[in-house]
């Protein structure tokens, strides 16, 4: 019979134990980074897409951090740990007791009811280590250790079995159905405290492993996977240069009116609303959120790295990934409307081309862009048209005829900063806010 031991002291000591999913059916191990469907809703249809290489933040965190508080992760400050100990026998428990306590080191919770134990693992704090003395109890025995792993992994929570008999079944059910070790009796105490050290030791590597973990996944959010590989190779100030990207600004009208009339906890909700909706559309899109700077939404796509070298990835592409965006954040809008007396809008602008990229900052670093095709893209959005999404001649001239055929071009008219310029506006937006005057002809 082969298991599966996670942590063990007792199987393939000399081998480094890996977090891995345990027989019960526990999920410990990193975060599954092969690709999976998800389905998005944005007003009424559904995206279908292919997730990043991990999953986002909120998926991840639920998948690898379930672990509860210990009792000694909460009683810092008293730090002892908690071990529960389920004997059947007055005897048995009294001596791993004395044992314990001479060290001071532990708090000893005892149980001679295997409800009561279970009961206690399903409240707000767990144990560090349960010891489980089977020998009166021998037939409930691998339903105990399956329901503790139901609930627990070993890591999570480890088990230590109290037996008679290197060679009693009970020990290889025990092991098979979730226990950590096992000790046999008569009970030495230094060994027994070994054996618990050892275990709990396992335990700390595990939540040292679930906080880098998070520390990670933390990164993930706000820097691409490049620059975090630039921060761990200790190059922590540097710049790129990327020969076409795509950038979209969103920004929402007359939102200095909205917030001076709206209660600051409404105004608060709103944009938390609409910009965890839009964070969600690039996720569906796949294309990197910047930043945003009190109403402004920025996002960019075209310029990921894969050690060192940029990605072959048409233009065409970039723009037609930005245009979906743009479209969904305005049906996200066009939703939230109802909830809001129909006050919200915004004006999206989309401009490619070449921009330089780089961490800025040592407290709090942000990860930006800079160029002129920064400035335009920012232009598109501020000359654009309240419920429009308005690109830039280079980014309409990337698409091909077919997509073409789904704007309208504009009069070209004087943008701050940028002089004459020809600008074109989808026809899925509000073009009835364009005047009459800017419109130039139906392509």
Known sequence: MRFKYLFSTRVDRGRQCKIKQDKSGNHLDT????????????????????????????????????????????????????????????????????????????????????????????????PDLIIIDTEQNKIQC??????IRNLYSRAELPVLLLASSSFNDVIVDSLDAGANDYI???????????????????????????????????????????????????NTCFTETHEQVVILFCDICSFTDLSSTWPIEKTVQMLNKMFSSFDEATLVHNVFKVETIGDAYMIVCGHELDKGTIKTKTNSKNVKTMIKVGLDMLSIVALMNGQYEGKLDVRIGIHAGPAYSGIIGKVRPRYNFFGDTVNVASRMESSGFCGCLQISEAAY??????????????ESRHIKGKGLMGTYVHKQGRVQNIPSSLMFAKK
């Open 397 to 410: 001239h990337h698409l091909p005829d077919c997509e073409k055929a789904s704007f309208l071009k504009l």
């Open 142 to 147: 691998k339903e105990l250790f399956l329901t």
């Open 184 to 234: 046999l009796a008569p009970f030495q105490q230094l060994e027994l405290i070994y054996r618990i050290s050892t275990l709990l030791s396992n335990r700390k590597n595990f939540r040292s492993y679930i906080d880098a973990k998070q520390n990670q996944l933390i990164l993930q959010e706000v820097f691409p996977d490049h620059v975090i590989r630039n921060f761990k190779s200790g």
């Open 31 to 126: 975060i599954d980074s092969s690709s999976e469907n998800v389905n998005v809703n944005v007003n009424g249809e559904v995206f279908e897409r292919v997730a990043r290489s991990s999953r986002t933040f909120r998926e991840s965190m639920e998948c690898i951090l379930k672990t509860k508080h210990t009792y000694s992760e909460l009683d810092s400050l008293n730090g002892k740990l908690e071990i529960a100990i389920l004997s059947f026998e007055d005897h048995t428990h009294n001596i791993v007791s004395e044992m314990l306590c001479s060290d001071n080191k532990y708090k000893i919770v005892i149980f001679t009811i295997t409800s009561d134990l279970i009961e206690f693992l399903n409240g707000e704090v767990i």
